[in-house]
């Protein structure tokens, strides 16, 4: 079966994730029932984005900014920088928001060690295979052997 990162990512939270999960259930469940104190405003962006991605988007240099989102040119980087600390503020004492700032760092988590043992995964997955007297080598030898005859 060919490895790959979602199922690399399901089996990591499948097998060893299975505390957390229920938590994030449990979470999930507490943070549908909290309230942002400005839904329609700041709220909405970190509902939407996770918001040190979004920050960090805010924050990068014009020429950059630009070249992505071409059609905000009048939203210059002192203006997104101020625009990612009202976030940032609002984050930290709205209930709804913090909440999901915390649950966007968790997921975070979970996928980059997920990535992590998938890579992990893919070299030993390759060295087995490029070392001369693996099962792998010693098959992929005797079927190119049979291919030929």
Known sequence: MKND?????ATFMTKYMTGPITEWDNEEKEFKKLTCSDSEGLGAWIEKFELPVLAELLRMPDKYFYEK?????????????EFAKKLEAHG???????VKILMDKKWEAIVD???ARFRDNEKRM?????TPNSKHAVRRQINSTIAVI
């Open 5 to 9: 990162l979602t199922s690399t990512l």
């Open 69 to 81: 989102f071409k059609g905000l040119k009048s939203f210059d980087r002192e203006k997104r920088i």
């Open 92 to 98: 930290k004492i709205c209930p709804r928001c913090s």
């Open 113 to 115: 060690e997920s990535m």
């Open 126 to 130: 390759s060295k087995r295979e490029s």
